[in-house]
């Protein structure tokens, strides 16, 4: 992949969508993934001057099996860090974001909405609600000092932005307290003059003053170096509105309302006791997830503060269902997407992509396809127009038999100054960032 803006879970152009295109296994050998793995090789050639000279595995190490896995710097102490923030271009200033200021949490917004990430025919931008921003910055033991901003000192204008949040990131046995970095963004005129690399050292100077000195970070282009490259997957929710936008296409020899019937769905869960998560569930919710996900490589280590905040449902933002044994009152199984909107660029019927996104799922007696054939289900009620998968966790089992399709978009995932010996399957991967 080239390095352009692509996108950590972009929108993306469904190739096709004929009936039972879905149900084949993409085809490695399309034009589409030829000139992707040409571009890869493309990529891991480049000089990356920036990330060169930062603790993360370099492309010259892979597959150098006497590296040790974990941090691959000590932590300084704490008196060595730097207390003064990096120098930035003189037109612009830092600013500490205020996401409880609504003006603030304004400013953010239209940023993102205006500037962040596109899919790479640039139909589509994410466009992440306010109440979305303001979950996904203020978990359980958040720093103010890690939502930073860069505003232009002359109009105060918001230019840039990039974040922290706290959590606890389980690799393999060890539990690592690290940063999980996303929503960085530089203005769209502000591109390629390298301030990127500087909001990324002065996230990294306001963590280190934590005391913390690892981070978790996905992103669409190729850096040194994943830990593993997921892929996204999409389920037609609402068949007319995607291919009206761009976003799939009518397959060939498919009738809209063949495409509609193929996408049809039942108007109600079929799995007795299936219910929306509440408070109560918390204990039953955190013991059922922590369990499912000891037996990935790499996962969040969620308490009951966490699942309370990350997966109890909040409208609009996200949404969790479980099963409760009609007859044993126990939970034992559990679903969960997020809200995350794209804006339609340039059509002139539409201007928002509702798209929901698989966030932790566990099934222990639901098989986990008729669970996420529910999840399909309630989406659709709540009119989202496409339900998006990652190929992590246990995913793949149920994606082409629930008639998702492979998406165009790939998602890096990175950890920073901590190694991994062998790139993970996806499959490996208990993670999901936002
Ligand atoms: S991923 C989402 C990223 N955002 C977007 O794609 C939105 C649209 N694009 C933009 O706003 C800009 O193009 C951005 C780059 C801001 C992405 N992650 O300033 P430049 C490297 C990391 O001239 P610009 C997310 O939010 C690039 O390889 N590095 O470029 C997670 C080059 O370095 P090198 C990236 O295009 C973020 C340098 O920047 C990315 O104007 C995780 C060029 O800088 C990227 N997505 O701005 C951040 N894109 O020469 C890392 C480009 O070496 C966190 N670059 O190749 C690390 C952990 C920190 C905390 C540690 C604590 C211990």
């Known amino acids: 992949m080239t390095d352009n803006n692509s996108p950590p879970g972009s ?9 039972e295109a879905n149900l084949l296994p993409k085809d490695d050998s399309s034009l589409e993934n030829i000139v992707r793995r040409f571009q890869d090789s493309m990529s891991l050639a480049k000089k990356h001057k920036f990330w060169e000279t930062q603790p993360v595995g370099q492309f010259k190490d892979a597959g150098d099996t006497s590296l040790p896995e974990g941090p691959i710097e000590p932590p300084t102490p704490l008196s060595e860090v730097k207390q003064e923030p990096y120098n930035l271009p003189s037109p612009y200033e830092w600013t500490t974001c205020d996401m409880d200021l609504e003006e603030t949490c304004n400013e953010v917004y239209n940023l993102l909405k205006n500037n962040y990430v596109e899919d790479d ?27 930073i ?6 109009s105060k204008k918001l230019v840039a932005f990039i974040t922290g949040v706290p959590a606890r990131i389980r690799v393999r046995d060890e539990v690592v307290k690290m940063a999980e970095i996303n929503f960085l963004c530089v203005h769209k005129k502000l591109r390629s003059k390298r301030l990127a690399p500087v909001m990324i050292k002065e996230v990294t100077r306001r963590v280190h003053l934590e005391n913390i000195w690892q981070a978790a970070y996905t992103a669409g282009v190729v850096l040194p170096t994943p830990i593993t490259t997921c892929q996204y997957w999409h389920r037609s ?23 509609i019937k193929l ?3 039942p108007d109600q869960p079929a799995t007795p006791g299936f219910r929306k998560m509440e408070l ?23 308490d009951e503060n966490d699942v309370e905040h990350w997966l109890l449902p909040t409208e609009d933002v996200v ?51 008729q669970l996420m054939n529910d999840a399909l289900i309630v989406a659709k009620k709540k009119d989202f127009d496409v339900f998006n998968a990652l190929d992590v966790m246990h995913n793949e089992s149920f994606l082409k038999e629930l ?32």
């Open 121 to 147: 025919e640039n139909m589509f931008r994410f466009n992440y609600s306010k109440e979305f921003l303001r979950w996904a910055l203020r978990p359980p033991g958040y720093y103010k000092s890690w939502h």
């Open 237 to 259: 929710l609402n068949p007319k509105k995607l291919i009206d936008v761009g976003f799939s296409r009518l397959g060939p020899r498919m009738t809209m309302s063949r495409t």
């Open 11 to 19: 929108p993306k152009v469904n190739p096709d969508h004929n009936s």
């Open 319 to 369: 949404d969790s269902y479980l099963v409760e044994s009609p007859k044993t009152h126990d939970i034992t199984d559990f679903c969960s997407f997020y809200t995350l909107p794209s804006s339609i660029l340039g059509n002139q019927n539409y201007s928002i992509l509702k798209a929901a996104y698989s966030y932790y799922n566990v099934s222990t007696k639901t098989p986990l396809l």
């Open 263 to 265: 996408y049809k769905l």
């Open 280 to 302: 109560r569930d918390v204990p039953a919710v955190t013991r059922l997830l922590r369990n499912y996900l000891s037996q990935f490589v790499v996962s969040p280590d969620f």
């Open 149 to 154: 901003g860069v505003r232009a000192k002359t």
């Open 403 to 434: 008639k998702f399709g492979p998406g165009d978009g790939q998602l890096h995932y990175y950890l920073y100054n901590y190694r991994i010996r062998n790139a993970l399957r996806t499959s490996e991967l208990g993670l999901v960032l936002l």
